[in-house]
């Protein structure tokens, strides 16, 4: 429930079947996801996380069931499907930047290509998101010149700069080394509480304890448990996500 008491659902996946081949990935997977609200995605790997959280903006298509997206069901292809992607922001495990572009070019391209916005107010609202996120500084450097850190951070004010209804992190720091992974929690927690709509995969279970709205924990292409963090963590419910979090929590 956000504050102003909107509890239509953004997101919608009912009964959504997913085949690799002869590999079924998501089997029956049903999802809401409320505006305002962070669903963070656990499980063990191959899991069907990633899946899933590409289905939501037709990165991946399904065999059957159906999404719907802020009231409409996913469009196929064309201009709704390109209306659809600006709405929902991604952030990948990889970082997915145009290496031969600034940073600030990074941020400023789908804004001025996509929603015709033009450029010295996209360079502005550029700044303002960089500096949001913290790498401000760094603006005219390229991808590679930042850390994976930084770069990630990039991709997030990137997102950002669409000004999307909802982002999608599908891993967003299992590509970083250890040291950089808080830097890029720290932007997401902030975008939690400013009441950006969320769902992340993620392998962060600290992250999942202190901004997750509601724990999804998927294993072989099912949702097997849903609850609060407080409850997921302290008394998972099935022996699968007990079995999961007695080998995560231990170590």
Do not use: W
């Not at 809401?32 to 298509?61: D, F, H, M, Q, Y």
Request: hydrophobic share 40%; charged share 25%.
């Amino acid at each position: 429930m956000t504050e102003n008491g909107d509890a239509t659902p953004l997101v919608r996946v009912e009964n959504v079947n997913k085949n690799f081949g002869a590999l079924h990935v998501l089997k029956d997977i049903n999802l809401t996801v409320t505006r305002g609200e962070v669903v963070v995605v656990i499980g063990p790997s191959g899991g069907g996380k990633s899946t899933l959280c590409r289905a939501i903006n037709r990165l991946e298509t399904i065999d059957s069931g159906t999404i719907v997206f802020d009231g409409k069901p996913l469009p196929a292809e064309g201009k709704a499907l390109a209306r659809l992607r600006s709405d929902v922001g991604m952030v990948f495990q990889s970082f997915n930047l145009f290496a031969h572009k600034t940073i600030l070019e990074n941020v400023t391209l789908g804004p001025t290509k996509v929603r015709g916005i033009p450029r010295e107010q996209a360079d502005k609202r550029g700044m303002e998101l960089l500096e949001r996120v913290g790498i401000d500084s760094q603006a005219e450097k390229y991808p590679a010149q930042l850390s994976g850190g930084q770069q990630q951070r990039t991709a997030i004010a990137r997102a950002l700069a669409m000004d999307p209804k909802m982002i999608l992190f599908d891993e967003p720091t299992s590509a970083l080394d250890p040291e950089m992974v808080q830097e890029v929690l720290d932007v997401m927690i902030g975008l939690a509480r400013d009441g950006m709509t969320m769902v992340v995969v993620t392998h962060e279970m600290g992250f999942a304890r202190r901004a997750a709205n509601r724990v999804v924990f998927m294993s072989e292409g099912q949702i097997v448990e849903e609850n609060t963090p407080d409850e997921f963590f302290t008394s998972p419910r099935t022996d699968r996500a007990k079995d999961f979090l007695s080998k995560i929590l231990t170590h």
